[in-house]
RNA sequence: CGGGGUGUAGCGCAGUCUGGUUAGCGCACUUGAUUUGGGAUCAAGGGGUCGUGAGUUCGAAUCCCACCACCCCGACCA
């Protein structure tokens, strides 16, 4: 590809909406261009890194024997009311009508549709195990789009879907796509990690993550600092310490907090510290009666533990102020366990705290040296609802916990018969009986991997790709090409030579300024440089230039051909 | 949905408080000249419904009202 025939469109500012780095960069790449919130275009140069990522998901999940078909990006919404999910997935499910006000919705996701076409026409256990996949757009609309393509609305996704006659099979796909995606992600160049996660709006019941592992990841990672043990916050657990609660010594005594209403403000006025202190939060009950919740002051409540606790309601919902005002005649700030009357679960680490600092159910009050059963009841049920910290041990009883930010690109589940029941996905066993199928389902954020690999592969200069998803494998940057005919025969000869050798390479022909020329192509991320100009052709040399090390030496223009292709087949593999 | 903010040329911004000639600057773009191994210099030029609508006024980018879009924080979601 000749630049001066090609679209580049550089810019030396990103808009002033940008705020990540990675979305700052693909926008003065040229790269992609937004359209409206969350939706972008994507440019010949973004596209062609799209188009190589692709590739390499392809050849993977070919080899993990699954078959790529092409859905609709559009879907009827009976489907979804089958599945019950027209209801459950919410306002994210972008919804549309046709002429004749039928109701359907743009797909961000596709179980009902893979499973529509698998019901209808896998009869027999003899067709099982199958795995579909294809590589499509995806639109979901995402309550706040933000960070360019990181998380947008109309997004490029890979998604896959297996069958199976039963669990032992699933789990045989499960683990197969599971080393599919860690070959994808190890050919792109990417520092990622699989973690234990949520199974979220997806639902099923194993499930992880392919985490990119980058401080501006908008996930929290809880991983071992000495076992193999990785978990999404939302999921991490801890070994729950064999600690046991002390003695009280003190009596409960009342205190007045007049402009006190968070642990924090409580515990710094008298003097002890946060973690003396239990927050009370107030969450609806099954039977709409509220429910306390406890957890100390320095911990963090975790609303995917708590969500799994029967006696709360589903969807689980923060009570009212009102609501609250109503049963404990107080504001939310002042509110705690003593005298109270209904369900009250508590953190472990509460179940064993005494003499600890809670609100008073008086507004502008608060109680110390509060102990349960003595001044409160007892909790009525004790659980694991807290985020696990740094320093917490590992629930494998190996190391201590450390936490670290990561992007999704990767989410694999075992869905078992979460579809199958409702939607009624059968097959016919050896002996002729209907058996429900076990599913299993697999995303790659596809165009979401190239924010997060410019997220981890950036300088001051620009982008940095791994040479597997670079736009162009090497440029050559011809200095005066219009003007010199030294330089642009020497520079169309060794294009034309690396071309045969099947390298993806840019002759920048553009009649720019060196500087700008040389700017641009680090800015854009290609792995390999030539610069090629009349100096150094005089001693019958090139200079090459590796963008990762950001370093450059000269070497013969009869060798450098070899040389290049060499180090950059190397780096492909 | 709650809180905060921003809309002026493709991008980045000034001008708005205190209304008043033809709405300005940098980058980018066009033409010419001089330059040419790190985003050049000079000269000339093109490009604007000042987010939209309604109002106040002799006069509105500027003041008032409504709406829209976008961004940030949170809630929410994967």
Known sequence: MKASQFYISTVKEAPRDAELISHKLMIRAGFIKRLASGIYSWMPLGLKILRKIEKIVREEMNNANALEILM??????????????????????LRIKDRHQRDFCFGPTHEEVTLDIIRKDIKSYKQLPITLYQIQTKFRDEVRPRFGVMRAR?????????????????????????????????????????????????????????????????????????????????????????????????????????????????????NAPLSNTVKSLVYDGVNNQPVLVLIRGDHELNEIKIGKIAQLKQPLTFSTHSTIEQYFKCSPGFIGPVDFKGIIIADND?????????????????????????????????????????????????????LCRGIEVGHVFQLRTKYSTPMNLTYLDQNGKSQLMEMGCYGIGVSRIIAAAIEQNNDEKGIIFPVN?????????????????????????????????????????????IGSLLADSELLGIPFRIVIGEK???????????????????INLNDIVNIASELINLEKK
């Open 536 to 554: 150094f052709l005089a001693n019958n040399q090139v200079e090459f230039y590796n963008r990762k090390i950001s370093a450059s030496k000269l």
């Open 72 to 93: 609709p990006a559009i879907q009827p919404a009976e489907l979804w009311q089958e599945s019950e999910r027209w209801e459950f997935y919410g306002k994210e499910l």
């Open 469 to 513: 998803m670079a736009p162009f494998e090497l440029i050559i940057t011809s200095i005066n090409y219009s003007k010199s005919t030294l330089v642009k025969t020497k520079s169309d000869e060794l294009y034309i030579k690396l071309k045969n050798l099947n390298i993806d390479v840019l002759l920048d022909d553009r009649d720019e300024r």
């Open 154 to 270: 109309e997004f490029i996704m890979k998604d896959a879907y297996s069958f199976h006659t039963n669990h032992e099979s699933l789990i045989e796909t499960y683990n197969k796509i599971y080393q599919a995606y860690s070959n994808i992600f190890t050919r792109l160049g990417l520092k990622f990690r699989a973690v234990a996660a949520d199974t979220g709006a997806i639902g099923g019941t194993g499930s992880h993550e392919f985490q990119v592992l980058t401080d501006s990841g908008e996930d929290i990672i809880a991983y071992s600092d000495s076992s193999n043990y990785a978990a999404n916050i939302e999921l991490a657990t801890y070994l729950k310490k064999n600690a046991t609660r002390t003695q009280s010594t003190k009596e409960k005594e009342k205190i007045a907090t007049p402009n006190q209403k968070t642990c924090f403000e409580v515990a710094k006025m008298v």
């Open 350 to 402: 509460v179940s064993i705290m005494s003499d600890f600092i809670c609100g008073a159910n008086i507004d502008g009050f608060h109680y110390i040296n509060v102990n349960f059963g003595r001044d409160c009841p007892e909790p009525t049920i004790i659980a694991d609802i807290r985020n696990v910290i740094e320093g917490d041990p590992s629930p494998d009883g190996n190391g201590t916990l450390k």
